[in-house]
Every structure is written in structure tokens, then in C-alpha cells.
């Protein structure tokens, strides 16, 4: 491929600023419930008193449902047809019932059951969340078309990520407004009850989700909601069922078997003491084969042939492939790191606390102001990004961005060495109670471990473009894919990036509590912790996202997709099809 050649936006292909505002109050409903139900689920544990098991598996069920929702909702939105569009319905009406849904899942009250607070809790979250991916795909693949312009497009997500940092500035307090007894007080104890706060701030986040997601449905300009109807599927299952080539099964059953092989992980040999190596290849055998009888059945029927045909052809697309490797990479190296710096915080940097909870307390308030200028760094530093982008390129900026990030990691190790002393005033402020002391609290602490506070900008940069950049580029990833296949579908390319997120997720959470078990963690020591456990927290913290920021600048110099590839396939795509 060419390298880049700059080019200037023309005037009609800018987005007006107040499109772009528009559709970065989505970013806010989007990152609002992201921000806030990872901690905010925690009130059924700490404040109803119900097994964390419970609500692992009360977490883990709807997003079972989310993870198969998200190719459906965006080949849906890629097919539909209405007077309002592809995707405005979908937006208007997923961020309306998701916002109810938000605020209604957290009307818990302890004089209920725990298996009615958790049954309720569980049916409202997958509602919710097949609410919410009706909002969020069909909302981010209309990011994809608002502009045709190479530039403008990375100009929008930049928008989008900036207004994306609101929740984020204060969502690092969630546990600090919850326990408020100021705000939220049981009027019988006067103790504070997080349980009715977690009521009250769950209806302001649902209000928050619901105005702001509605916004992109009712301003935003779909580009391609004109599209001829998609032809009408027909197809024979039997037919189908029977055409497919040894190929294509040996393929599908060597998936279907590795599938297999990590589900039986999750098969604990101790409940299982008959279960020998023997027996664990044959199940997988079995259970390859069951998966794969399962895909051919649901793969015979002609309209889920169309939609697994077309997941199987966005990965056709080797740009597509490389920003889901790249993201991949650094957002899960990211997300394995903070599953350590929340313990290294505690009981590393605390450690010298008089008591456990001191320690929760003091690295509580660290978290707080961390988090908080992590969000106002990130908000700051997007614009520097975009601009970055225009001057040397998506995939070049990425070589400024991404080793700014991994001196950010690096600084880290030397930040944990600023271990707070035993003789410190600290402990007795923590006791005090009041506002104007919670503030020289924090303060405190900042200026205490100003050195991880540093850090803070330097990753900004690595998480800031991969979300900026990358998704731009998802945008001309679609024009290419236009350009081959004859079909809009941003829903669907939307859909298979954001499964590979989120799976990644799932994916990191895993790896990162085998690897704290691994550590010799034990959280029942609370800050007698050993020495060995302490450092190798430290290590994987830092070292982790350091390596898989450097693999992903590998895949990065792969990309070979430049600016002035980018205007010659919009060149090629109005002269067959005219301006969008």
C-alpha cells in the first residue's frame, strides 16, 4: 500500500459540532452504566448479604445473553428497513428500556429474601442488558457513517471519548457516596444504608442512560438509511444441513472440541474425584462433537446461515482482524494489570497500616483520586490524539501513543516504592469525620504517592487511542468491506468487535484470578502479606500490559491501510454507488 498523503476535509464532509454532540451524549449513556454496575452489583454481597457465588453467576448469565445478542442486534440493524431508519429505533427504544431497566434492578430491599432480591436482580439485568446492546451497537455502527472523511471520523470518536470521561470523573467514589451516611442514612440506626443509596443513585444513572442515548435517535443524520431492501432469505434446511463439505466439519469440530477442552477447566477435579485424564479427552471429544451437532442444526436454518455467514466474513477482512488483535492486546493488558493494582494499593502500599481496614480505607481514597485524574487526563489528552492522527496518520500515531503508555507501566514499579511510612498522620485523619476532612484526606494521599498519580497520563495515551483510532478505523474498514461485498453492514463489524471486547474481558478476568491465586494471595492475611507475594503482584502488575502493548505494536506495523488508501476506496465506492 501507498503511505499516507494528507488531505484536507472538504466542508461538506464535516460534522457539524452540534451532530457531534449529538452523538457523544451516547458516549455518556454508554459509559454511565459501564462505569457504575461493576461496583454498584456489589451491594447484593456487602450490603443483602448473598453468597459472592451467587453473584458470580448472577453476573455471568446475562452476559451470556449480551455476548449472543450483539451479532443479532447489529446484522438486525444492518437489515432493517424502516421510516426512521436502520438504526434510530433500535437506539431510541434500547436506551429508553435499558435506563428503566437500570434503575429498576436496584430496587432491592433487605427485608426481602435473598432469593427473591437475587431472582429479581437477575431477570432485570438480562432485560437490561439485551436493552442496552439494542442501544449500543446500532448507536456505535452510526458513528461509522456519519462522515465519509478519513480525518472527520477519527474527530468524532475523539468527541465521543472526551464526553465518554463524565461518568468516569466520579464513578471512582461509588463506595464513598454509597456509604455516606450524610446522604443515605438508615433512619432507624442513623448509620448510612448503601443499600438505599444504591436505590436512589441507580434511578439518577437510568435517567442519565435514557437521556442521554435517546439524543443520537432524535438529531443524528443516518447517511445510509435509504438502502435498497435486502433481498429476502429462503434457503432449504435439509439442504443445508447436508451440503457442507469434510472440510468445513473437520474445521467446525476442531473449534467446537477446543471449546470443549476449556469448558472442562471449569469441571473441578476434587468434586470429581473418579475424573482422570482418560475420561477428561473423551468428554472433550463428546463434547466437540455435541457443539458442533448444536452449530450445524442452528447453521441449517437459512436466516442464522446468513448471519454466522456473515461473522465469518468480517474476519475476511485482515484490516478488521488487526484492530481486534491490537485491541485485544492493550485494552486486556490493561484490564489483567488493575485486577493487581487494587491489592498492591492495599497491602503493599499500606501496608504499615495499624489495622486491615485503615488499609481499605487510606488506598480507597487513592483509587478515588486515581481514578478521578485518570478520567481528566484522558478527557485532555484525546484532543492530542486526533491531532496527532491528522498529522502523521492513524497507524503511525499509534507509535507515539503506544510506548507513552508503556513508559506510563514502566513508572509504576518505582511509584510502588513510595511506600507509606508507620509513623504517619494519616491513620488518625482516616477517623475523622466531615466533609472538609475527607478532602484533606485525598489531598493527603495525592500528594503522598505523587508519583502513581504521574503515571496516570502517560497510560492515558495507550487506552485513549485504542478507542479512538481504532474505531475510527472500523469506519473505513466498513468502506472496504462496502467496497468488496456491495453491503453496508457497520452493524455487524460493530458487533464482532465489541463480542472480541468483551470476551477478552471475561477472558482477563479469568487469567488475572488464577494468576493472584498463583501470587500466593490470601486475602484473610489482609496486610500480612508475604513478601513473595507482594513482589510478584508488583511484577505481573507492571510487566503485563508492557508485553502486551509491545505485541500489539507488531501487529500494528502489519497495517499497511493508509490515508490516501482510504480516499481511493471512497473514490472507487462513489463512482459505482454516487455520495452517500
Same mark, same amino acid.
Given at each position: 500500500?501507498?503511505?499516507?498523503? /494528507?488531505?484536507?476535509?472538504?466542508?461538506?464532509?464535516?460534522? &457539524?459540532?452540534?451532530?457531534?454532540?449529538?452523538?457523544?451524549? =451516547?458516549?455518556?449513556?454508554?459509559? #454511565?452504566?459501564?462505569?457504575?454496575?461493576?461496583?454498584?452489583?456489589?451491594?447484593?454481597?456487602?450490603?443483602?448479604?448473598?453468597?459472592?457465588?451467587?453473584?458470580?453467576?448472577?453476573?455471568?448469565?446475562?452476559?451470556?445473553?449480551?455476548?449472543?445478542?450483539?451479532?443479532?442486534?447489529?446484522?438486525? #440493524?444492518?437489515?432493517?428497513?424502516?421510516?426512521?431508519?436502520?438504526?434510530?429505533?433500535?437506539?431510541?427504544?434500547?436506551?429508553?428500556?435499558?435506563?428503566?431497566?437500570?434503575?429498576?434492578?436496584?430496587?432491592?430491599?433487605?427485608?426481602?429474601?435473598?432469593?427473591?432480591?437475587?431472582?429479581?436482580?437477575?431477570?432485570?439485568?438480562?432485560?437490561?442488558?439485551?436493552?442496552?446492546?439494542?442501544?449500543?451497537?446500532?448507536?456505535?455502527?452510526?458513528?461509522?457513517?456519519?462522515?465519509?472523511?478519513?480525518?472527520?471520523?477519527?474527530?468524532?470518536?475523539?468527541?465521543?471519548?472526551?464526553?465518554?470521561?463524565?461518568?468516569?470523573?466520579?464513578?471512582?467514589?461509588?463506595?464513598?457516596?454509597?456509604?455516606?451516611?450524610? $446522604?443515605?442514612?438508615?433512619?432507624?440506626?442513623?448509620?448510612?444504608?448503601?443499600?438505599?443509596?444504591?436505590?436512589?443513585?441507580?434511578?439518577?444513572?437510568?435517567?442519565?442512560?435514557?437521556?442521554?442515548?435517546?439524543?443520537?435517535?432524535?438529531?443524528? +443524520?443516518?447517511?445510509?438509511?435509504?438502502?435498497? +431492501? &435486502?433481498? +429476502?432469505?429462503? =434457503?432449504?434446511?435439509?439442504?443445508?444441513?447436508?451440503?457442507?463439505?469434510?472440510?468445513?466439519?473437520?474445521?467446525?469440530?476442531?473449534?467446537?472440541?477446543?471449546?470443549?477442552?476449556?469448558?472442562?477447566?471449569?469441571?473441578?477435579?476434587?468434586?470429581? &474425584?473418579?475424573?482422570?485424564?482418560?475420561?477428561?479427552?473423551?468428554?472433550?471429544?463428546?463434547?466437540?462433537?455435541?457443539? #458442533?451437532?448444536?452449530?450445524?442444526?442452528?447453521? @441449517?436454518?437459512?436466516?442464522?446461515?446468513?448471519?454466522?455467514?456473515?461473522?465469518?466474513?468480517?474476519?475476511?477482512?485482515?484490516?478488521?482482524?488487526?484492530?481486534?488483535?491490537?485491541?485485544?492486546?492493550?485494552?486486556?493488558?490493561?484490564?489483567?494489570?488493575?485486577?493487581?493494582?487494587?491489592?498492591?494499593?492495599?497491602? /503493599?502500599?499500606? +501496608?504499615?497500616?495499624?489495622?486491615? =481496614?485503615?488499609?481499605?480505607?487510606?488506598? *480507597?481514597?487513592?483509587?478515588?483520586?486515581? =481514578?478521578?485524574?485518570?478520567?481528566?487526563?484522558? @478527557?485532555?489528552?484525546?484532543?492530542?490524539?486526533?491531532?496527532?492522527?491528522?498529522?502523521?496518520?492513524?497507524?503511525?500515531?499509534?507509535?507515539?501513543?503506544? &510506548?507513552?503508555?508503556?513508559?506510563?507501566?514502566?513508572?509504576?514499579?518505582?511509584?510502588?516504592?513510595?511506600?507509606?511510612? @508507620?509513623?504517619?498522620?494519616?491513620?488518625?485523619?482516616?477517623?475523622?469525620?466531615?466533609?472538609?476532612?475527607?478532602?484533606?484526606?485525598?489531598?493527603?494521599?495525592?500528594?503522598?504517592?505523587?508519583?502513581?498519580?504521574?503515571?496516570?497520563?502517560?497510560?492515558?495515551?495507550?487506552?485513549?487511542?485504542?478507542?479512538?483510532?481504532?474505531?475510527?478505523?472500523?469506519?473505513?474498514?466498513?468502506?472496504?468491506?462496502?467496497?468488496?461485498? *456491495?453491503?453496508?453492514?457497520? *452493524?455487524?463489524? %460493530?458487533?464482532?468487535?465489541?463480542?472480541?471486547? !468483551?470476551?477478552?474481558?471475561?477472558?482477563?478476568?479469568?487469567?488475572?484470578?488464577?494468576?493472584?491465586?498463583?501470587?500466593?494471595?490470601?486475602?484473610?492475611?489482609?496486610?500480612?502479606?508475604?513478601?513473595?507475594?507482594?513482589? $510478584?503482584?508488583?511484577?505481573?502488575?507492571?510487566?503485563?500490559?508492557?508485553?502486551?502493548?509491545?505485541?500489539?505494536?507488531?501487529?500494528? %506495523?502489519?497495517? !499497511?491501510?493508509?490515508?490516501?488508501?482510504?480516499?481511493?476506496?471512497?473514490?472507487?465506492?462513489?463512482?459505482?454507488?454516487?455520495?452517500?
Amino acid at each position: 500500500m501507498n503511505q499516507s498523503t /494528507h488531505h484536507e476535509t472538504a466542508p461538506e464532509d464535516r460534522i &457539524p459540532v452540534s451532530q457531534k454532540l449529538a452523538y457523544s451524549m =451516547g458516549s455518556m449513556a454508554n459509559d #454511565s452504566q459501564a462505569a457504575w454496575i461493576g461496583q454498584m452489583v456489589a451491594i447484593l454481597i456487602l450490603g443483602l448479604g448473598i453468597s459472592p457465588a451467587l453473584v458470580g453467576l448472577i453476573g455471568f448469565i446475562p452476559r451470556i445473553f449480551d455476548g449472543v445478542l450483539d451479532p443479532i442486534i447489529g446484522f438486525s #440493524s444492518d437489515n432493517a428497513r424502516t421510516k426512521y431508519g436502520r438504526r434510530k429505533p433500535f437506539i431510541f427504544w434500547g436506551a429508553i428500556i435499558a435506563g428503566i431497566c437500570y434503575a429498576l434492578m436496584f430496587q432491592l430491599y433487605p427485608e426481602n429474601s435473598n432469593t427473591f432480591n437475587g431472582w429479581y436482580f437477575l431477570i432485570l439485568q438480562v432485560i437490561f442488558f439485551a436493552a442496552f446492546t439494542c442501544f449500543s451497537i446500532p448507536w456505535l455502527a452510526l458513528g461509522y457513517e456519519l462522515t465519509p472523511d478519513y480525518h472527520e471520523r477519527t474527530a468524532l470518536q475523539g468527541w465521543s471519548r472526551v464526553m465518554a470521561q463524565i461518568p468516569w470523573l466520579i464513578s471512582p467514589w461509588c463506595w464513598a457516596i454509597l456509604y455516606n451516611k450524610n $446522604w443515605f442514612s438508615n433512619p432507624q440506626t442513623g448509620e448510612a444504608d448503601p443499600v438505599l443509596g444504591a436505590r436512589l443513585v441507580a434511578i439518577i444513572i437510568g435517567g442519565l442512560i435514557i437521556a442521554g442515548g435517546v439524543l443520537p435517535a432524535i438529531f443524528n +443524520k443516518e447517511h445510509f438509511a435509504n438502502l435498497p +431492501k &435486502p433481498k +429476502k432469505i429462503t =434457503g432449504d434446511f435439509i439442504k443445508n444441513l447436508t451440503s457442507q463439505s469434510k472440510e468445513f466439519l473437520s474445521r467446525l469440530y476442531i473449534i467446537c472440541s477446543a471449546l470443549a477442552f476449556l469448558f472442562s477447566f471449569y469441571i473441578s477435579s476434587e468434586a470429581f &474425584p473418579w475424573f482422570t485424564l482418560p475420561v477428561r479427552f473423551a468428554a472433550i471429544a463428546l463434547g466437540g462433537a455435541v457443539f #458442533s451437532g448444536v452449530f450445524m442444526l442452528l447453521y @441449517a436454518d437459512p436466516v442464522l446461515k446468513k448471519l454466522f455467514d456473515n461473522i465469518a466474513l468480517t474476519f475476511k477482512i485482515k484490516l478488521f482482524v488487526k484492530i481486534c488483535a491490537g485491541t485485544f492486546l492493550v485494552f486486556n493488558g490493561f484490564m489483567l494489570s488493575s485486577t493487581f493494582i487494587l491489592w498492591v494499593i492495599f497491602f /503493599h502500599l499500606f +501496608k504499615n497500616a495499624p489495622d486491615t =481496614g485503615l488499609a481499605y480505607s487510606a488506598g *480507597g481514597k487513592l483509587l478515588g483520586v486515581y =481514578g478521578t485524574f485518570s478520567a481528566i487526563c484522558m @478527557a485532555l489528552i484525546i484532543p492530542r490524539i486526533v491531532w496527532l492522527t491528522k498529522k502523521l496518520g492513524k497507524r503511525s500515531a499509534f507509535f507515539i501513543t503506544i &510506548p507513552l503508555s508503556i513508559v506510563g507501566f514502566a513508572m509504576k514499579w518505582p511509584a510502588y516504592l513510595q511506600v507509606h511510612p @508507620a509513623n504517619s498522620e494519616l491513620w488518625s485523619m482516616l477517623s475523622a469525620p466531615g466533609f472538609i476532612n475527607f478532602v484533606k484526606v485525598c489531598w493527603f494521599v495525592a500528594m503522598e504517592h505523587w508519583l502513581l498519580l504521574a503515571c496516570a497520563p502517560f497510560i492515558a495515551f495507550g487506552l485513549g487511542s485504542i478507542f479512538t483510532i481504532f474505531l475510527s478505523m472500523l469506519a473505513d474498514t466498513c468502506d472496504v468491506d462496502e467496497l468488496e461485498t *456491495g453491503e453496508r453492514r457497520e *452493524g455487524m463489524f %460493530t458487533a464482532v468487535y465489541w463480542w472480541m471486547v !468483551k470476551m477478552g474481558l471475561a477472558v482477563s478476568g479469568l487469567l488475572g484470578g488464577a494468576m493472584l491465586t498463583w501470587t500466593g494471595f490470601d486475602q484473610a492475611k489482609g496486610t500480612g502479606q508475604s513478601l513473595d507475594t507482594l513482589l $510478584w503482584m508488583r511484577i505481573l502488575d507492571v510487566s503485563i500490559p508492557i508485553i502486551a502493548s509491545l505485541i500489539a505494536i507488531g501487529f500494528i %506495523t502489519t497495517i !499497511k491501510f493508509s490515508e490516501k488508501d482510504a480516499y481511493e476506496v471512497r473514490r472507487q465506492l462513489e463512482e459505482r454507488r454516487g455520495k452517500a
